[in-house]
């Protein structure tokens, strides 16, 4: 059984360079890495190690991502998801953590609570629209990004409500991300290159603005 895995519109052959675009399009995301990585480097206080991991956590995606694209096997698909995954999984409990202040041992099982969520809007899809309907797994992300954004709006004090409008943003931008990469195939025959590539530049931006909303709630936090 070949190990050769062919999902995008730019893939036309195996090898390296079979997805150019789609394999530089992941310096956005290290960019978008290294600049939250610098805006920490530059604090004075020391930074929490829940806040350095998300922008440590947006270079792996993107180092991830590339090594797909780059060789295209089942294995780097898996690094690929595995990696994506995470990052949810670790900006959910700091979202949880850091936007109501509820305590590390009880933030964490957002996570398992996040999952339940990811299982049931996808089943619920794709009972309701089929496969199509989940766009590749990410529907409930795009759910739950959502209602983190409306529910730090309107449940959090004023001086943390305005981090609702950075996850509201962040959503609207990811919704356009999902739908250019939903496009790629049934756009391959007026578009070769595809549209995945600019899935991976706003996707970049998407996790820039969720990493900047914890890194601004943190600055925001008194010392203890």
């Known amino acids: 059984m070949s190990d050769y895995v062919d999902l995008y519109c730019e893939r036309l052959a195996p090898g390296l360079f079979g997805e150019p675009l789609n394999l530089l399009s992941n310096l956005a995301f290290v960019v978008a890495s290294g600049l939250l990585l610098w805006l920490l480097a530059g604090q004075v206080r020391p930074v929490p190690f829940s806040v350095w991991l998300l922008p440590v956590l947006l270079g792996v995606v ?3 991502s590339a090594s797909f694209h780059a060789f295209a096997t ?9 990696a994506i995954a995470v990052f949810i999984l670790v900006t959910v409990v700091n979202l949880v953590h850091w936007m109501w202040g509820v305590r590390w041992r009880w933030a964490w099982l957002a996570a398992p609570a996040y999952l339940v969520l990811s299982v049931g809007v996808g089943v619920l899809a794709q009972w309701l629209g089929g496969e199509r309907a989940t766009l590749g797994g990410y529907l409930p992300a795009l759910v739950g990004l959502a209602l983190f954004g409306l529910a730090v709006r309107l449940t ?3 001086s943390v409500a305005g981090f609702g409008n950075l996850l509201l943003a962040a959503t609207g931008v990811f919704a356009v ?4 990469r939903t496009a790629d195939l049934p756009l391959c025959a007026t578009a070769p ?26 600055q925001r936090t008194p010392s203890r």
Do not use: M
């Not at 089942?74 to 595995?82: G, H, Q």
């Open 156 to 158: 959090t004090p004023p």
């Open 177 to 180: 991300s999902l739908a250019l």
């Open 74 to 82: 089942r294995a780097t698909s898996a690094a690929d998801s595995t």
């Open 62 to 64: 993107g180092l991830a």
């Open 193 to 218: 290159v595809g549209t995945h590539f600019v899935w991976h530049v706003l996707n970049a931006v998407v996790l820039f603005l969720v990493g900047y909303a914890v890194l601004r709630r943190w």
